[in-house]
């Protein structure tokens, strides 16, 4: 019988596989032959007497840089999400989102921009493992808090975990919000919390921020206001800006509906 040539490590070596039927017949229960190698590195079979060809290219994996700049700092929605659901679930909590079995959590965001960046901001911190179940204004079929109760009530007795993301409880699934264990609720973002995230994203920020500017401000102005290349106290400028020119919007109508 043919031997292989030793390959070092990752590569591993298999005797050839027999040709005839009844030396087939004479291998142990469950044994498998391979009449090739298998190289770890270029994740693939390969024939030992085949010759190497130059100019062959393999394709690598690429790692999940999800949410990271170029620089390997995340990016400003990155940032501001993370930081605010970080301020609303401990450590202990998070550690028991990523292990628990068969939980049934509802998350509770400040405005329906939240929604979808939270949902993603969860998928990549907790895993696939959980139904996910976003609701963002009503819901178009008329069945309010109903739609989506079979799916969930399933998920669960199967021992799989489910999370409603909203603004508004009432647009979750019925079966979800009476089965929740857990509810994180995630408030409009405080000074410390854009600061956390400027920190992030621009490395230091060593500024504060007022809880009360921040306010006027949802997740898309305050993301607008993050812009590559400028500091912390660039980043503080525009915000302070972006809620004195929206609050100036909010005057001018309420001024023209109490002359109207």
Not at 89 to 113: F, M, N, S, W
Not at 168 to 179: K, N, T, Y
Not at 217 to 232: E, Q, S
Request: proline letters at 6%; charged letters at 25%.
């Amino acid at each position: 019988m043919k031997k292989t040539k030793r390959r070092s490590s990752p590569r591993i070596a298999v005797r050839m596989a027999p040709k005839r039927l009844v030396d087939q017949h004479c291998l142990a229960p469950g044994t498998v032959l391979i009449d090739r190698i298998f190289d770890r590195d270029r994740g693939r079979f390969e024939d030992p007497d085949e010759p190497q060809i130059e100019g062959n290219f393999y394709l690598e994996a690429e790692e999940d840089t999800d949410g990271l700049a170029p620089d390997g700092r995340p990016d400003a929605m990155t940032a501001l999400v993370g930081a605010a659901f970080e301020a609303a679930a401990p450590p202990e909590l998070r550690r028991k989102l990523r292990h628990g079995q068969a939980l049934c959590v509802v998350i509770l965001v400040p405005t329906d921009a939240w929604v979808l960046p939270v949902a993603d901001h969860f998928r990549r911190s907790f895993g696939d493992r959980w139904l996910q179940h976003t609701r963002s204004g009503p819901n178009q079929r008329g069945l309010g808090c109903s739609s989506g109760s079979s799916a969930v009530s399933g998920a669960l007795a199967g021992g799989q975990s489910v999370v409603g993301i909203s603004a508004d409880v009432s647009l979750l699934p019925r079966a979800l919000v009476g089965a929740a264990d857990l509810t994180i609720r995630l408030g409009p973002p405080t000074g410390a919390v854009v600061k956390a995230a400027i920190g992030r994203f621009a490395g230091r920020a060593s500024i504060e921020l007022d809880d009360a500017v921040l306010a006027e401000l949802d997740l898309d102005d305050l993301v607008a206001a993050f812009r590559p290349g400028t500091g912390a106290q660039r980043i503080a400028q525009r915000l302070a800006a972006a809620a004195a020119a929206l609050r100036a919007i909010t005057d001018l109508k309420e001024a023209h509906t109490c002359s109207s």
